[in-house]
Each structure stands twice: as C-alpha cells, then as structure tokens.
C-alpha cells in the first residue's frame, strides 16, 4: 500500500448561460491554481443537450437527487480534452482531470490517442475521470444505445487500456476486434493514463473500479454518508477482485466566508481531516476564484496553505 499525500483540487468552470463569453479569465485561473499551489484542476463534459434537463435530478438514469442541470439547453459548454490542452501548455505543474468524460461517446482508438498525446505533452499529468453520464440524448446524438451506457463505458476503457499497454496490441469484443495493431506514443505514466470512476456504490461501479480504477468519484447518494460509502465501495471493490488498499478517493469541501465576506480559511479547512480520516484523498473545493490571475492567486494561496496545515 502506498501512503498518499491528501491533495486538494479545483472544478474549473468551462460552461456559459451567455450567448457571448469571454474564455480568457478561465485560462487565467487555471494558471493561478497551478501557481497558488492546487493540486488538480478538473473540467466536466457534455457533448450536446436535449430538452428533457430534469433528468439530471433523476438518480434512476444516472442523475444526482436534486440535481439541477446549470444552463438550459443552449448554453456554451467546452469540450474538455481541448480545455486542458490549453491549461497543459499554459501550466507547469497541475495536474489535469476531467469529472467527467463521458468516454462512451468517443471512438475508444481516437479517444486513446487523444488522451496519450495529451500526457505526453503535460509530462504525464492527466487523470481521466469517467462516468456513463445521465442524458439519453447524447448517446442519440452519436448513434449509440442509452441502455448499454455501463457496457460501452467499459469497452472504451477496454481499447484505451489495450492500446496505452501493448506495443503490438489486440483486442476482441463483439464491439469491435483488431489484431497487430501500433498506437505510439504511449502515455508517459506507467499503465497508461490513471481512471477514476464516477458513480454510486453499486456492483457495476464496484467492477469497474476493481478492472480499471486508480481512483473512484463518489456520486448521488455516496455522498449522503461518505465515511460509510468508502467502506461500502471497497468490500464490493474486493469482492470483484480488486485491491482497494490504494484506491484514490474525491470528496468534497467548501470556502467558509467570514462576517466580512472573505474566505475564513481556518474554518474552510477544518473540515479536510475528518474526510482524509475516512479515506478521501482527493479535497474537491467549492470556491469562487477571482477572474484576475493574480487576484486569484492572493486568493488561493492562503487556502492551499490552510489545507497543508491540516494534513501534513
């Protein structure tokens, strides 16, 4: 079992409800996090929209229980691959992730490469975080069965795993076969890039983890109860064969603001042990960060220390 430092991480907003934006403060406060010290930077995913948004509070096709999508239909969301190519070449040390990719809607060869041309050029600093997702209509959209969600998932990280691991690779599924064939370059961590897996505790999600998982994104109702869900996740992840021991594990926090406005940072961080005690080593964030760069780093840093202070 390897001892883990805790981290603390950033979602980084790449949606808009406007019909015009301006992106560049986005890429300034991804390049304050990676000054300021966080750890990891991590974008979400939607490929398109349908109308039928209340089926992201829907927990019976994968959404979150009162759950609200943030835009309407016709917001501007980014494709996030593209996203942290951008942060990759503006940053120096963050690591780069994504909660989630809906990695179901890619070609798995295409995506593969995507992703290892990605490490390469970060110097192996990506994490893919998937998940199946919660909209019908992005898998119409690319032709793809809404019901067989769980089974494309895994054999898209079937291909990417093959190909990121096999020099002269070969794969069968009644998806798709290959034989003798030469993806290079290879992702610069060993393995491959790491997976992490969204989800509930489930058996599915359990399973996936135990194939394919560096680390699990707990989801819905895990969160209810987040010291009892780990537990939970990893007998299951056991019983499917897996090793738990090093699971990596996202959990959540939130900026306290003080009396004056201003984020409490002692306050904000008192939280993180009692999460890094039940097995969270992953500190997601909640926090508003300044669309001034430097403005965000005076912001951050402090919060970055708070949270050393308190796992260290």
Known sequence: MTTRSPEISLYLRTFTDGPQHDWRPMLASAQAMDI????????SDHVVFGENLDAYGDPSVGGAPG?????????SWLEPLVVLTAIAATTQRIRLGTSILLAALRRPAVL?????????????????????GWQREEYDAVGLSFARRGRLLDHTLEVCKTLWTQQRASYDSPELSFDAIHQMPKPVQPGGVPCWISGTVNDAVARRIARFGSGWIPWGSAFADLPTA???????IAAHGGDPSDLQI?????????DDGSIDYAASAASVPALVAAGVTDVRFTVAVPADGDRAVEVL??????FRDVTM
């Open 36 to 43: 300021a010290g966080i750890d990891r930077v991590v974008v």
């Open 67 to 75: 759950g609200r999508q943030p835009t309407g239909p016709d917001g």
């Open 112 to 132: 593969a490469k995507q992703l290892a041309t990605l490490d390469v050029l970060s110097e192996g600093r990506v994490d893919l975080g998937v998940g199946v």
């Open 230 to 236: 780990i537990v939970a996740m990893k007998d299951k």
């Open 250 to 258: 996202q959990g959540a926090a939130r900026a306290v603001k003080g």
């Open 301 to 306: 840093s402090p919060l970055v220390k708070a």
